[in-house]
């Protein structure tokens, strides 16, 4: 797990997608990962969806590391996912994105 620098934690977004590659985890100092919502779209029901997703969070496991999955917008995938020890999600099941003067506002009035 790569070291913290003034506070800063580092995630590599999207992971399994694009330019993420596995040699960038020995690499940066990586501390989080994030499944990218392509995967996430399909679980449950597509074993192939399933199969990256849970190789992602057991790598992240492996590698100390925090694993997020993004895109969740239904309560099947969410329970997929709590059930093979991805904890942080985020998406519409929860909230559309939000400005940071609503963001603000809500969490002062949750006080």
Same mark, same amino acid.
């Given at each position: 797990?790569?070291?913290?620098?003034?506070? !800063?934690?580092?995630?590599?977004?999207?992971?399994?997608?694009? +330019?993420?590659?596995?040699?960038?985890?020995?690499?940066? %100092?990586?501390?989080?990962?994030?499944?990218?919502?392509?995967?996430?779209?399909?679980? %449950?029901?597509?074993?192939?969806?399933?199969?990256?997703?849970?190789?992602? !969070?057991?790598?992240?496991?492996?590698?100390?590391?925090?694993?997020?999955?993004?895109?969740?917008?239904?309560?099947? =995938?969410?329970?997929?996912?709590?059930?093979?020890?991805? +904890? =942080?999600?985020?998406? +519409?099941? +929860?909230?559309? %994105? =939000?400005?940071?003067?609503?963001?603000?506002?809500?969490? =002062?009035?949750?006080?």
């Amino acid at each position: 797990m790569g070291a913290f620098f003034a506070g !800063i934690a580092l995630a590599m977004d999207d992971f399994g997608t694009g +330019y993420s590659s596995l040699s960038l985890l020995k690499r940066l %100092p990586i501390h989080k990962l994030k499944i990218d919502a392509s995967f996430i779209r399909d679980i %449950p029901g597509d074993e192939e969806d399933e199969a990256i997703t849970c190789t992602i !969070i057991d790598l992240a496991r492996h590698m100390h590391l925090e694993v997020i999955a993004e895109g969740v917008e239904e309560v099947r =995938q969410k329970e997929f996912l709590l059930e093979h020890g991805c +904890y =942080q999600i985020q998406g +519409y099941l +929860y909230a559309k %994105p =939000q400005s940071a003067s609503h963001i603000t506002e809500m969490l =002062q009035s949750s006080r």
